[in-house]
Structures are given as C-alpha cells and as structure tokens.
C-alpha cells in the first residue's frame, strides 16, 4: 500500500448530530463515523439512513472518512455506509482472515453495485481478543484493502478478563505484537500509550501530547481520538519532532560528504555520535514523512479553503 | 475458559505427611499433590503411595486435588494418582504434542478401568455417578516450563481437549530467568502477557502470578505474593501456584475483588450504558466476585461437614 | 564444541587500516570486521580485499574473528569473507530462513574448496526489521551454524518501527522477547541484555556499559559486543563471574551434594533455598568463570606474544 499520511482518527457518533456536523473542523487526517453502542432498533435504522450525510460532512475538512459498523450487524451497516466521500470501513473485534476475507467480499460487492472504483475502499482491524492478537499475520495480509490495524484496548480488556488500571499496562506483548506483524506487512499500526488506551482522559493537553509521543515511540503511525483534543496533539506527535529537522537535514550533509571522502562512519561535530547507514537512513526516513506529513496539511487546508469559498 | 474459582494452586510434597497436613488446613482452592521435583528420586514409592488418601483428605478439606506427575514417569505416577476425587493432572516441561496425546490415552484407559470420572464442584449435590459427559473428563493442566514449550504452546494446547488451563509454571528456574535490577524477572512481563493472550485465544485458562525477583520459584513471603496476585489479576490471571502454605491466603485475597473495587464497580455500572465495555468489565468483576463468596462458603460447609 | 566466549567485540569498517590495525590491542573476546553499514558503496571491492588482511591482525590479540557481510550481496562478500581464522560470518537485516540457507550453502562449498572442516564457520543472524521479528523462529532454525539468537533491536530496527531511541523507556520487549524464547526454545545461546534507560545514545559510555554487562551477568545472559573501545574492558569484566560468585557456587554445589545424600530436594542455606535448579546454576556458573578464564590466558598470551615479536623487530 502506498505510504499515507494518518495520524489522528477522530471517532465520532453518528447520531451525535452536532458533533457530526464539526467533524471536519478539527483538523484530523481522518474522521470515523461510529454506528456502535446503538441499543434500539430504531435507533440502528435511523443512523444508517444518516451516514450517507453524515459522510459528506466528515469529509468537508479534508479527513478521510470511516464508517465503524457493528460486528453482528455488519453487512447491513457497511451497506448504509458505501457512498462516494468513503474512504473505508474500520472492521471491530477481527479475528481471523475469514472475517477481513468476508469484508472485502462485501466492499468489492458494493463498489460494483455503485459505481466506485475496484479495491479502493480500505480496512482499519481494529482487535478485541486474543484471537486476534494472536492471529494478526493472518488479519493484516488477508486482504490488500487492511490499511492500518490497532486495539480495541477497553474491549480486549473484558474479552481477556482484565479490569484496566492506571499503573500497569496489561499490553506490552499484545502491542509490540501488533506494530511488529503490522509494520512487517507494511500496514499501520495505530494506537496510544497506557493508560490512555484504556482510561482515556481529555482535558490535559500536554498530557495528551506525551501519550501519543509514547505511542509512537512504541510504532504506532497513528491513533484513534475518542474525543477532538486529542487530534492536534496526535498530528504533532506522530509527525518528525519539528526541532530535530535542522539535525536531520545536517546528519544528512555530513554523511554525503564523508560518503564523497570513503568513509561511511562520520563523526557528528560536538557529540559523541557516528552517522553511519542507519543513521544517516533515519535522517531520510524523518526528512521525508515530514514533507507526507506537510502535504496533508496543504490537502487539508485546500478543502477547507474550498469549503469557505462555496459558503461565500 | 471461565469455570471454578482456582485462586490459588498449592503445590505440596506428596511424600511429605507434614507438609500435607498443613495443605489440608491452608484453605487452599486448589492442592497439587507433587510426585516430581519436590519429591527425591528415593521417595517416588512412599509419595505414590500416599496419594490415594491425600486425594481424599484434601477433598474433605475443601480443595480441588490436581497431581503433578513427572513426565519421564508418567505411566507409573497417573496408575498412582487416578482415583476417585481427583480433578486433573499437571503435566510439567511438556515439549512435544506426543508427550501430551500420551498423557490423554494413559487419562482414557485408567478413567474407564477404575470407573473414576471429575469429581463436581466442591461442595456441589452430584454425585460423580450421574451419566458421564465429557465434561467429566479428568482435566490436564500444561505448566510450560521450557523454551520450547512455550514457544509451541498452542500446538500443545490443542493435542488434548482435556487441557483445560496453562501456566508457565516453573519457568523462572527452569529457563534460568533470574532478577533485573529493576526487581523484575528477565523476560517475565513478556512470557506472562504472551501466556494470556494465547490462553485467551484458545479459551483454557491462564494460571500465573505477576511474580518478581524476590519470588525464587513460587515460595515468597506474604506481602510479595499478595502483590503477586493483585497485579496477576491486572494482568489476567485469576489464580497463581504457590510452594507453602503461607501463600495460599495471599493468594485468595489478592485473586478475590476487593469490597472497594466492588463498589467502584456497582457505581460504573449505574452511570455507564450497558453496551459500553466499562460496563461490562464492572459486571464481569461483581460476577467473580460473587463466585469467590461462593467458593469460600462452599469450602466451609465441606469442612464443617468434615468436622461434625 | 565448547561454549564460545563472546562478552565483548568490536564491530569496524574493514576499509580502515586505523582501526583494523589497532584492532589487536583491544582485548576483544571477537572482532566484527564490516563489509557492510560502515563501508561505503564506492569502497566495498576493497573492503572485500582486506579480508585477510583483518584477520591477521585480528589474530595478534587472539580475538575470535568474524566478518559482517551484505545482506544483498552475499554471492560476492561470502567467498571474500570465508577464509581459515574466520569463526564466524554474520548476516544483517536477516528477513527469512531462505536466505540463510541460501548463506550457508556459499559456505559449505567454500569450506570445501578452502580447506576449512566442514561445518566449523558459524553463522550470526541479526535480527534487525520488523520482517525479520516476524520470521525469527525460520531464520533461527535455518542453519545449524547458528549457535546464538536474540536482538531485534537498534537504530535499523527503530527505522523500520518509526520510533526515535534513547527516549527513557524499553521499546523493544517483544522483539527482544521473541528473540530470547526462539534461543531457549531451540537450545541456542540468548543475545540480548537488560535494558537500561539510556537517554543519550552514547555508543562509547563505560559506566553504563558496566552497569549493563553487569546487570545482564546477573540475568543470566553471557554475551556483548559494541561499537566503541570503551566498552570493552566494561563487558569483559561485568560478564564475567566475580570470585565471590564463584566460591558461592561451590557452596551450593556441595550443600546440595549433601542434601541429595539425605534423599532432600530442597534446603536452606543462610536464609537461600537450594535445589536442583540453584545447583544447574551453580554448575554453570562455575563453568562459565573457567571459560572466561581460559579466554583471557588465550588473549594476554597472544598480545604478548605479538609484543614481543614488534620488539624483536624494531
């Protein structure tokens, strides 16, 4: 899959009418319509017949937008769902290939049936069990369309039978086991670090900020915000540190001209540190998702400027 | 696989009438009456001989009886140990799904020989001759002591549908894991987590303890196995092994919710929908609590029978 | 064959005669000459050339000599690398089984062909991509040259999973937990150490270098190696067992001796439980210290032999 800019994945209630309506204000590389935790069946009807709108409004700023259908009733959500402005679907609780198998089977149906182009639509698997964690090789190459994989931490939590405290993060293995088979596949991981995971809070900015810091320095490319605080801070954190770009682009200078001179282990002036490959490689690596990440932002900000001058 | 209440797992001596004494008191859920490293070659007769009766002595006094067999032993210690009131057998250092068939088929022909199935719940009404189901199939505890059997856990999960929970058992000396500096055990958080996630994945249940270096292989004191049990709960666990009796209270409070957490629990519950997974988690918590009070009163209507 | 000692190597560009030349005095237990991140692409045709250059020079100080090759040319760095001295070739960013067969095939051929006994070049596969996490048991079972596993860590590893290091807590758990059960599991020597907050990143700090060999000695880990000379002294010396540890373990030994005598499995001595599994260590630590010690006779003795020789000379 080709390389994609997603840091924040703001998940939003679908008949949460009003905060449908702001999704695209706040910025985030991506919006999820959430139809989970619906009790009635009224209430289940009238959220699918609002995601084709609610789509449209998501999309506004930019985002790429997501639909989260429910496990048990996910033919029918993922058919309320598939409209033009869709990036894809996020699939809850994935187990086995069988299950991302099925999914892509019913978006290959629909794209026919409405005239979207073949294989576009992608996968976010979202685990809930140790199935899953176990499974994820399988998960995350069952189809091309998984994009990104992560934990549905609250409910691996019941699933496993752990009740999530602040002090101790039940996930370490599960985790590393997601960003190592998921980066293996060449897919994202998403995901925060404990305890947000599991007892997120919403109203400390810098906090927020080192979480998702944590997240990434653990190998997630991105994370689900449950809440619009978090976005800003996930863009920033899960972007190149801003102050390490000068040293990034110096590493690489060095290393070039002592590459030139036929040594490729050079010594950073004023510090005990040798550039070698890796090192010089990293620099790169950085260098350019910061150029990803700044050609987001222009996309972005093209769609808002675009909305504002059809509002004028 | 959720089923009795196993907080804490007793390992004792079977050649050893004192230690299996103090077994019987220690109000343990579950005793382990040990026919392998605890017992010296030279004393494999005199603890084989023993188990019949131990078995039942600890059933009176309110345990689940488990044997751990010695795996290059196995045929002479399971002929020792299947009688009636015998739950299951702890298969230690297992590394290959023969090991475990092997076990199964030697479980299969002494179960039918001497007419003994799984006994019910301590202090359940049925008797052990109702129709057998396979339910009532002796159970076979894996306890993965080695690399290798760790590393094929699942596969030897899946060699018998009699196992029915896993433990990394001794794996701290086993494996030769020994204290970090930080009072961790090199590589435990990772074994323990990876043992729950496949215990989870293949529905048996994780026996374990958050165990630190201060454990030396399953005999700490009091406090370091109260908090043994209190992060192993965190963790996932629901129940630990343990070398002395003094660490089966730890053990039973550490795995038993606390009133605090209950009440916690009861508030989340009143404020949370009930489709969200807090919600959830918090009936799950009162749900074991509650099967904790049970076990505990159970133990003590057997051993009040045991003592009019 | 017996245990190898491996607590402390240096890894350098073999294209640079000032630390190769050097590489001698360094009371490495191994040498790591580099084909490979430390050479540039301009300079690999010679860096293949020294090869036998190294080893003569690695060999004054009786240092076991290994050579790192390219994991993307190993049909052109392995017959520059298989040489008699050479112990060990090491393999980086080693993704699948396949390749190491395919490494291992190019070295029975040129054991054959060189006059090496078959079977005596090991093979060091480093784990260093999220890919190569994933397919560590293949990679790890793929030769029986491999004797030792673990990793799964460092700066290529951290590319691959897009963290930056050195930010204060252990990022690599599972890789370095993978690495060490795939080791247990098939019976190979565990690579890896304890992990220790390093803020810095500073390849050449002897006191944390110390505190970590230490620290990994007391884990029950054996094996080292680094980038700087300072850290050589630091892990020879914390990996390897004190003579206190060594007096304790015959202690154990025959307090365990006596309680086997009684038909006991198990005993209190000062306060400390011993059993079998107190006595393996025991056992093995008093093995290790010999070895160890075997080691250091073998290096002094070669530098002073070497010493005496540029003496001679001048």
């Given amino acids: 899959m080709k390389v994609f800019v997603r840091r924040s994945h703001l998940l939003v209630p ?5 905060k449908v309506e702001t999704s695209w204000t706040h910025n985030a590389d991506s919006v999820i319509l959430d139809l989970t935790g619906i009790e009635s069946e009224d209430d289940r009807s009238r959220a699918r017949s609002l995601v084709k709108e609610s789509i449209r409004h998501a999309c506004r700023g930019g985002a790429d937008v997501f639909v989260l259908p429910n496990k048990a009733l996910a033919r029918a959500d993922i058919e309320a769902s598939v409209y033009p402005g869709l990036k894809g679907i996020v699939y809850p609780g994935a187990e086995t290939s069988a299950d991302i198998e099925e999914a892509d ?28 964690v176990w499974n994820i090789r399988e998960i995350v190459t069952a189809s091309p369309r998984v994009c990104s994989s992560g934990l549905d931490e609250l409910n691996l939590c019941r699933n496993m039978g752990i009740i999530p405290y602040a002090d101790f993060d039940p996930f370490v293995y599960a985790k590393g086991r997601i960003v190592v088979e998921t980066r293996a596949a060449k897919v994202q991981p998403i995901g925060i670090s404990h305890p947000y995971g599991v007892l997120p809070q919403f109203d400390d900015a810098d906090e927020i900020y080192q ?13 689900i915000c449950p809440d619009p605080s978090w976005v800003a801070q996930c863009n920033t954190a899960f972007a190149p540190p801003a102050d390490r770009l000068e040293f990034f682009r110096e590493t690489r200078r060095l290393f070039s001209e002592g590459v030139a001179r036929g040594t490729a282990a050079v010594p950073y002036p004023g510090t005990t540190m040798m550039i070698d490959v890796p090192v010089d490689e990293n620099a790169r690596v950085n260098l350019e998702l910061w150029e990803l990440c700044a050609a987001r932002e222009a996309e972005k900000a093209k769609a808002i400027e675009k909305q504002e001058s059809t509002m004028a | 696989m959720r089923g009795s209440v196993r907080r804490s797992w007793l390992i004792v001596p079977a050649h050893d009438n004192d230690r299996l004494a103090e077994a019987a008191s220690s109000s343990a859920d579950v005793v382990v009456l040990d026919l392998q490293d605890t017992v010296h070659d030279s004393r494999k007769h005199e603890a084989r001989d023993n188990i019949r009766d131990a078995i039942s002595d600890m059933r009176d006094a309110g345990s689940e009886v488990f044997v751990r067999v010695d795996i290059e032993l196995i045929y002479a210690d399971l002929v020792a140990s299947v009688w009636r009131g015998l739950t299951g057998i702890v298969l230690p250092g297992v590394t290959n799904v023969e090991q475990v068939m092997d076990a199964d088929s030697i479980l299969t022909d002494l179960e039918s020989q001497r007419g003994v199935v799984k006994p019910p719940p301590v202090g359940d009404v049925r008797e052990a001759d109702d129709p057998r189901g396979p339910e009532q199939a002796l159970e076979i505890h894996l306890s993965l002591d080695t690399g290798r059997g760790n590393w094929d856990a699942q596969q030897l999960i899946k060699a018998s549908n009699r196992v029915k929970s896993i433990s990394l058992g001794r794996a701290d000396l086993v494996m030769d894991l020994r204290g970090e500096p930080s009072g961790d055990l090199h590589q435990m958080e990772y074994l323990m987590q990876r043992l729950i996630v496949i215990a989870n994945a293949l529905n048996v249940e994780p026996v374990g303890a958050w165990w630190r270096a201060t454990s030396r292989g399953l005999v700490a004191g009091y406090d370091d196995t109260l908090q043994a049990a209190i992060d192993g709960r965190m963790a996932g666990f629901r129940g630990g092994l343990c070398m002395r009796a003094r660490q089966v209270k730890p053990l039973n409070t550490g795995y038993t919710p606390s009133a605090d957490e209950v009440s916690h629990a009861e508030e989340v519950i009143t404020r949370e929908p009930t489709y969200s997974p807090m919600s959830g988690i918090a009936s799950d918590l009162i749900a074991w609590s509650e099967e904790c009070q049970n076990r505990n009163r ?4 057997v051993t009040a029978q045991r003592n009019q | 064959m017996p245990r190898p000692v491996r607590r402390s190597g240096l890894t350098m560009p073999i294209n640079n005669p000032r630390f190769v030349d050097r590489s001698w005095t360094r009371d490495c237990d191994y040498l790591n000459f580099d084909l490979e991140d430390s050479v540039p692409q301009s300079q690999k045709d010679y860096a293949r050339s020294q090869v036998r250059h190294a080893i003569v020079q690695g060999q004054k100080g009786a240092a076991e000599i290994n050579i790192r090759i390219n994991c993307a040319y190993p049909d052109a760095d392995v017959p520059a690398a298989v040489w008699p001295g050479v112990k060990q070739i090491n393999f980086p960013k080693a993704e699948t089984g396949a390749q190491i067969r395919h490494l291992d095939a190019l070295i029975t051929e040129l054991e054959r062909v060189r006059g090496i006994r078959s079977g005596t070049v090991r093979i060091g596969a480093t784990v260093e991509t999220t890919l190569g996490v994933a397919n560590s048991y293949e990679i790890a079972s793929a030769s029986p040259r491999i004797d030792a596993f673990g990793g799964g860590t460092g700066y290529d590893m951290s590319m691959d999973m897009g963290i930056e290091m050195f930010v204060g807590f252990d990022q690599f758990v599972y890789n370095r937990g993978e690495g060490e059960l795939i080791a247990l599991a098939l ?14 990143g500073n390849v050449g700090n002897a006191e944390l270098s110390i505190k970590r060999a230490e620290a990994s000695r007391k884990a029950g880990l054996r094996t080292g190696g680094g980038l700087h000379p300072n850290v050589v002294a630091p892990q020879n010396l914390g990996l390897t067992p004190t003579v206190n540890e060594v007096e304790d373990a015959h202690r154990v030994l025959s307090f365990f001796a006596e309680l086997d005598q009684r038909g006991e499995t198990e005993g209190d001595m000062d306060g400390r439980i011993v059993d079998k599994y107190e006595a393996a260590r025991a056992e093995e630590l008093i093995e290790w210290a010999s070895l160890c010690a075997h080691r250091d006779a073998e290096k002094s003795a070669a530098r002073e032999q070497t010493v005496a020789e540029l003496d001679e000379q001048n």
């Fill in chain 3, 187 to 200: 019976g190979l020597e565990r690579e890896g150490g304890v992990y220790m907050s390093d803020t810095t």
């Fill in chain 2, 298 to 301: 159970s133990k003590s209507i």
């Fill in chain 1, 14 to 18: 679908v008949l949460d009418r009003e």
């Fill in chain 1, 211 to 223: 979480q998702a810091l944590r997240g990434k320095n653990l190998g997630f490319a991105g994370a």
């Fill in chain 1, 105 to 132: 089977s019913i978006l290959s149906e629909l794209e026919t049936g409405r005239g979207i182009a073949s294989g576009v639509l992608q996968i976010i698997a979202l685990i809930d069990s140790g199935t899953g």
